[in-house]
């Protein structure tokens, strides 16, 4: 097990940034979990930690040492690949042993390592098989065991649950959490899938465009999105975003649109009241669709026309016109509302957020000079 320190990592491909001044701390024994769309540098990051792409500036360090320009092999890092990358003229068992072989182990040892990790991994009964007769999420334990073997520092695993359906995703995410615990070996996993993320990581790392945008707890990047982003990325549906403006009133601070009028509670929502000052002017309401309620019309709130309706059991999910602005709404399933019927929605302003122009989450912001 170790430490893995990234500091101020740079990747460029054509001198576009695929990784831009990244840097984290993972400590020994962590899951953490690297989330973004395609495209936005968390593969790269895997593949540098991995030796697989040269660095083009800043630092990985592994239990303090710095392994920028050590050879891959000798890195002891073990990799599962989203397409398993298993060696089809090969049985299982010959799959999982390769690379205890290759580290020219004895063949009694090999055969210790490879038993315990197929007992692990419940592969047992296929040791004898070729690739081609496994299913999906057969092939993907097999890849998980040639990685276990090798008694590895630091697990990096790349969308390995993408190529699964639903259910085999969902019973194969379980028996990776299971096998951290039981292992406690410090692993970064890399996905697009948010539901993955919340369940699986101790923290989150959220990237976009190469540039790192936020990282906590599950809880943490859900409740207390830092900017747009992050909000709109996570959940689904994503938080709703309302264009308004920021202004004081003799009084209050108001967020305020057409047809709408909403006080600031600094305490409620969090936000230091200097922070508020040097955000006047246009800001964005930030509220996620569980955090919203439909009141009589008489009653004021947020004005708007239901123009969808999707039941789904355990929830309705009302698609709300605002103006310019589509918000969804999630209900109880009974909730008596139809289409193109007139209705006004309140938040709980606890759990309501404002984005100023450079889409920082005022709660997230320490004091106004920043």
């Given at each position: 097990m170790a430490e893995v320190i990234l500091r101020r990592l740079v990747k460029n491909f054509d001198v576009v940034p695929a990784v831009d001044e990244v840097s984290l701390q993972i400590p020994d024994g962590e899951f953490l979990v690297l989330l973004g769309p395609s495209g936005c540098g968390?593969?790269?990051?895997?593949?540098?930690?991995?030796?697989?792409?040269?660095?083009?500036?800043?630092?990985?360090?592994?239990?303090?040492?710095?392994?920028?320009f050590v050879d891959p092999t000798r890195r002891n890092l073990a990799m599962v690949f989203q397409n398993y990358?298993?060696?089809?003229?090969?049985?299982?068992?010959?799959n999982v042993a390769f690379p205890l072989e290759t580290a020219k182990m004895s063949r009694n040892e090999i055969k210790n390592a490879v038993n315990r990790a197929a007992e692990m991994l419940e592969i047992t009964d296929f040791l004898e098989r070729?690739?081609?007769?496994?299913s999906g999420g057969q092939r993907q334990r097999v890849a998980l065991a040639r990685a276990i073997v090798r008694q590895p520092k630091v697990f990096l695993m790349d969308e390995p649950l993408s190529n699964l359906d639903a259910k085999l995703r969902l019973q194969t995410r379980i028996e990776l959490m299971s096998l951290h615990e039981r292992l406690g070996i410090t692993t970064i996993y890399v996905t697009h899938d948010q539901v993955e993320a919340m369940t699986m990581g101790n923290r989150i790392a959220v990237l976009h465009d190469g540039r790192l945008q936020q990282v906590g707890t599950p809880t943490e990047v859900y409740d207390s999105p830092a900017n747009k982003f992050v909000a709109t990325f996570m959940g689904a549906p994503p938080m709703n975003l309302i264009d308004g403006t920021l202004e004081q009133s003799e009084l209050d601070w108001v967020f305020s649109r057409e047809g709408y009028r909403l006080i600031v509670d600094c305490k409620k929502m969090s936000i230091r009241e200097d922070v508020l000052a040097f955000s006047k002017g246009p800001v964005s309401l930030g509220v996620r669709p569980e955090d919203m309620r439909l009141?009589?019309?008489?009653?004021?709130?947020?004005?708007?026309?239901?123009?969808f309706l999707e039941p789904i059991g355990s929830d309705l999910f009302v698609t709300v016109d605002v103006g310019t602005?589509?918000?969804?709404?999630?209900?109880?399933?009974?909730?008596?509302?139809?289409?193109?019927?007139?209705?006004?929605?309140?938040?709980?302003?606890?759990?309501?957020?404002?984005?100023n122009r450079?889409?920082?989450?005022?709660?997230?912001?320490?004091?106004?000079?920043?």
């Open positions: 968390k593969s790269t990051i895997l593949r540098l930690i991995a030796g697989l792409e040269d660095v083009t500036s800043g630092e990985i360090l592994i239990d303090g040492n710095l392994i920028n990358a298993l060696y089809p003229h090969m049985t299982v068992y010959k070729l690739p081609e007769q496994l009141v009589s019309t008489k009653s004021g709130g947020l004005p708007g026309i239901v123009r602005h589509s918000l969804q709404v999630r209900l109880p399933p009974k909730t008596p509302v139809s289409m193109g019927e007139h209705i006004r929605m309140e938040f709980d302003l606890s759990k309501t957020h404002i984005f450079s889409e920082e989450n005022l709660q997230v912001i320490r004091s106004g000079a920043e």
